[in-house]
């Protein structure tokens, strides 16, 4: 993860998953829903075994252990599965980046193992236990953070500084759903928490790896350290904003989608033939009255 590709691809799949969020929360908001996902129905009652499987539990799950996977072993040929040097007589520990990489993304693929056996495997499902499992990946991908910070240099303590803000934010509103679940505000909160995280996570590869101008930013200089500041109270903005378009393309598409429906459905009443007179005056009281409730 210490490479361009490292903190790439995590801020795009971050991405990916905030947006996913944010169609949810607008279409939840839009449709005056009580939960942001309905919860499934009791095992038995389910459909199709293909159905139940979860596909964001599937997409952690795969993921993080492809994550894991090049922590170990890439680039090709070398292996990083030790902890400990044990050829150094003073047995000192090794990888210790790689490992701090290893240990988030494996409390991701737990929460993804935690959607599945919730969803496919329980009774019923339960979604206090994955809103509690992906607060504590976030929980601890904040900590590591805090550690991993050591020993760098200034420019990046403060770039990690500031991605673990909204790292920490997000991981207290799932531990907060977890008691008080199904509340549009956190709903809103935390993807706008996600959003900044991995926009802030996509700038932090500009900052570190391939910096616009072309000139490496400086750790003395303190112009440079305050624009950092600057750029993420845009991050701030942009994942407001981000939001924003997304409620209101969402809004069109569900105006759109309402009204097309109730041009279709409501004016529409087959007559069958073959009704006695009086069965056919209640066919048509009743669609005077959906025509008057529309």
Not at 55 to 65: R, S, Y
Not at 104 to 118: E, N, P, R, T
Not at 145 to 154: C, Q, R
Request: with cysteine; proline share 6%; hydrophobic share 50%.
């Amino acid at each position: 993860m210490g490479t361009l590709a490292g903190h790439l691809l995590p801020g795009i799949c971050f991405l990916f998953f905030a947006l996913y969020y944010s169609v949810l929360v607008s279409l939840a908001l839009l449709r005056g829903q009580r939960f942001l996902q309905p919860p499934l129905p009791p095992k038995e009652k389910r459909g199709h075994r293909w159905k139940q499987v979860p596909v964001l539990g599937v997409g952690k799950v795969v993921i993080t252990l492809t994550g894991i996977l090049a922590e170990f072993f890439y680039p090709p040929g070398v292996n990083r599965m030790k902890m400990v040097n044990w050829e150094d007589p003073r047995r000192p520990f090794v990888f210790s980046n790689n490992w701090h990489h290893i240990t988030m993304y494996g409390f991701f693929m737990l929460s993804g193992v935690v959607d599945i056996v919730s969803q496919s495997c329980q009774a019923r499902q339960s979604i206090k236990l994955e809103r509690a499992a992906e607060a504590l990946a976030f929980c601890v991908l904040a900590l590591l953070m805090m550690a991993h910070i050591e020993n760098k240099s200034i420019l990046e303590i403060r770039v990690h500084i500031l991605f673990i803000v909204p790292t920490f934010l997000v991981s207290l509103v799932l531990a907060i759903e977890v008691w008080v679940p199904d509340q549009p505000q956190l709903w809103v909160l935390k993807t706008w928490f996600v959003l900044v995280l991995s926009t802030w996570m996509l700038q932090l590869c500009l900052v570190m790896y391939i910096p616009p101008s072309g000139q490496s930013w400086r750790s003395e200089n303190h112009e440079d350290l305050a624009f950092l500041v600057i750029f993420f109270c845009w991050h701030l903005g942009l994942g407001a904003a981000i939001m924003a378009t997304v409620y209101g393309i969402c809004s069109l598409w569900h105006h759109h989608c309402s009204s097309w429906t109730e041009a279709s459905g409501a004016k529409y009443q087959p007559c069958p033939t073959g009704y006695s007179s009086d069965e056919l005056e209640k066919l048509r009281a009743g669609a005077e009255q959906q025509d008057g409730g529309v």
